[in-house]
């Protein structure tokens, strides 16, 4: 059975699912003088009620806000950089993200780059900060998810949108993993069938990429049994979550996946179906490109005997006799959520894209290297190709 106690195993940052408004009064209280930063989407804090509330808790911590709510669904580099002059100017003595992933990552990106002074774009990359700077101690953000899906409450990963470039970057950042997060599910219950599956899939994929990765198990003591956990949430709950939005049991298990798939991926991280989607933001939404992807990279990564091994573990998730039989059980997991069977099948994902993506592949040397089966870089352009023709046409 899922506790608070598993949810807030995770070392260092503190992940409160207790009492959440009154920790964040308290945490508003200690700060310094000054006012609060909060970062949202456009519209859905206010169709959630997640802004009423915490505009009672600003009122009792005795604090003003200062709201910037103009954060896209993806969030892109000239967004960023406008909140982060925002937090110049304002000097705040918090900054709260309320929203998704979209509004976190941002949030997370622009509060660092306020505080480093350096550049935006000389963040992108795997702790570029801490490894010049491995003592400084940066505020961070305090995180309230409003969707079940990214976990970045958890995470120090940012994925932020370079339009001239049309591609996705990652800021990978040990000093942006949250200082607070409040998972709070009541939150979610407005989210519609359609963002409901996505962001599913999307913690679904977090928690198996993660739980696939046998190479970094040596990173975590716990992340295999959050990725388990997680597992059987989602499997339990997503169908009741997406049938019907307002049952609060399938909303909370849903919302306590989404988070244990953060601290997984913190830990463990993602494989080929992030690569091979990181630039197909506009075209296919996240959580159900990655979910897509999978079979086909699965099906590859069982060249490794112990990602085969590994597999059968999760048999009693998505039963399956061998190997193949757990992919494919997965496979129709995906479908009973209406999670379409084939990349072909989906607008915006053509041959010309996937050729694209393929041929990309090697500008990512690191996640090739650590996928669960390596992926050599001078053959990445005919395997991804190879993993993204099985997606497009089905077959795994």
């Known amino acids: 059975m899922i506790t608070a106690d598993l949810i807030e195993s995770v070392p260092g940052e503190r992940i409160v699912l207790k009492e959440p408004w009154a920790a964040l009064t308290a945490e508003l209280k200690r700060r310094p003088s000054g006012p609060v930063a909060v970062f949202t989407g ?16 600003l009122r009792a911590a005795d604090r003003n806000a200062v709201r910037f709510s103009e954060i896209e669904a993806e969030p892109g580099v000239e967004t960023v950089e406008r909140m982060a002059a925002l937090l110049q100017e304002v000097n705040p003595a918090a900054v709260i993200a309320l929203g998704g992933g979209s509004v976190m990552d941002a949030a997370k990106a622009a509060y660092l780059t306020m505080q480093s002074g350096w550049k935006l774009a000389d963040h992108f990359g795997s702790d570029c900060y801490s490894r010049v700077y ?5 505020d961070r953000v305090i995180c309230i998810p409003t969707t079940s899906g990214t976990g970045s409450e958890a995470t120090p990963y940012a994925n932020i949108v370079d339009h001239r470039l049309g591609v996705k970057k990652l800021i990978s950042e040990r000093f942006i993993v949250p200082a607070l997060a409040l998972p709070i599910p009541a939150f979610t219950h ?9 962001t599913g899939c999307d913690a679904l994929a977090h928690l198996i990429e993660g739980f696939l990765n046998v190479g970094a198990d040596a ?45 997984v991926i913190r830990f463990k991280s993602t494989g080929l ?24 990279s ?7 005997p112990k990602v085969a091994e590994r597999t059968m573990r999760l048999a009693d998730y998505f039963p399956g006799d061998e190997p193949r039989g757990v992919i494919a059980s ?18 915006g994902i053509t041959p010309e894209l996937l050729a694209a993506t393929a041929a990309s592949g090697s500008e990512n040397r690191m996640k090739l290297e650590l996928a669960p089966y390596p992926v050599p870089v001078s053959d990445s352009e005919r395997i991804l190709g190879g993993i993204l023709k099985q997606a497009y046409l089905g077959e795994f």
Not at 190 to 198: E, Q, W
Not at 298 to 303: E, Q
Not at 337 to 347: S, Y
């Open 190 to 198: 407005s989210m519609p069938p359609a963002v409901t599956r996505a």
């Open 298 to 304: 699965w099906s590859y990564y069982l060249g490794n």
């Open 219 to 263: 990173n975590s003591a716990l992340a295999n049994e959050w990725a388990l956990t997680g597992i059987r949430l989602v499997v339990e709950n997503l169908p009741a979550a997406i049938a019907d939005g307002g049952n609060a049991v399938a909303r909370n298990n849903m919302s306590m996946a989404a988070t244990l798939g953060g601290m």
């Open 330 to 347: 997965y496979r129709r997991f995906l479908d009973s959520v209406g999670v379409p069977g084939a990349l072909k099948d989906c607008d």
């Open 273 to 296: 179906p992030h690569l091979c989607s990181f630039s197909w933001f506009g075209k296919l939404e996240h959580g159900i490109a990655v979910a897509m992807l999978l079979p086909a």
């Open 42 to 57: 456009r519209r859905s804090v206010e169709a959630n009620g997640a802004w009423a509330h915490l505009e009672a808790v």
């Open 134 to 138: 491995p003592e400084a101690a940066p």
